[in-house]
Structures are given as structure tokens and as C-alpha cells.
């Protein structure tokens, strides 16, 4: 009786696992494809990401210079001119800390709960460091514009 049956569908069978076995392999290599894109696309935004850290650091550098050339100047044309120089600065630094908030949201955890992502919290140091530069530089426009 099974050999009736095997000997009835022995075609149909061996069609069918030959059928299961390429679609299998086909599945397979698609899935490897895409697998591979997948993680060609988040090497190249870590990368570009690495590249803005290091711009940003750049320009954070640059801005402390300036905060700390701005100095008091009896002079009241010079005030207006650190006035300029500081309200600059703060305006790049509001450009910033709004970037710097777009990117720690998009590090943000899913989940409700504390973030345990590195790049989280080193996005959320560098949103502070960059609140308290801005901070220093209001109180410095204060004191240029006190005397």
C-alpha cells in the first residue's frame, strides 16, 4: 500500500521537495542580500554620525576661544562689538542645542525606563555642556551690557 502510494506520487513528491529546496535557498540568499544592505546603511550613518561628532567637538572648541577672547573693554565701541561677538555665539549655540535635541531624541529608548544607550548619554553630556556654555555666554552679554 505505501509503495502503491509512493510509486502514484513519486513525481509529485520529488517535484515538491525539489521545489521546497530551491525556493528555500532562493529565500535564503535574498534574505543575506538584504541582511548585508541593512548593515552597509548603519555603518555608513555611524560613520557620518563619527564625522559630526568630531565636527561638533571642532566647533565647540572654537566657540570656547571665542567666550574666553571676549574681555571687558572700556571702550563703548568695543562693547557693541563683544556684544555682537556674544549674541553670535549664543545664536550658534541655540543652533546647536536644538540639533543636539533632534539627535537625543532620536537616541531616545523606545520603552519607557531609564536610557542605557552610550550614544544616548553622551548626546544628553553634550546637550548640557553645550546649555551651560550658553548659559556662561548670557551671563557674560549681562555683564557687557552693565557696563
Known sequence: MLSDFIEKYHKN??????????????????????????IAILERAQADLQKRLIDTKTELKDMKQTISRVTPSPVKASHSAQKQDIEAVIKKLDGEIKQKKLELASHSPVMWGEPTDDGYKRVEDELHTLQKQKDDARQRLIQVLGE
Open 13 to 38: 513528491l520529488t517535484a515538491f521537495i525539489a521545489g521546497v529546496t530551491i525556493s528555500g535557498s532562493i529565500v535564503w540568499i535574498v534574505y543575506d542580500k538584504l541582511h548585508n544592505r541593512e
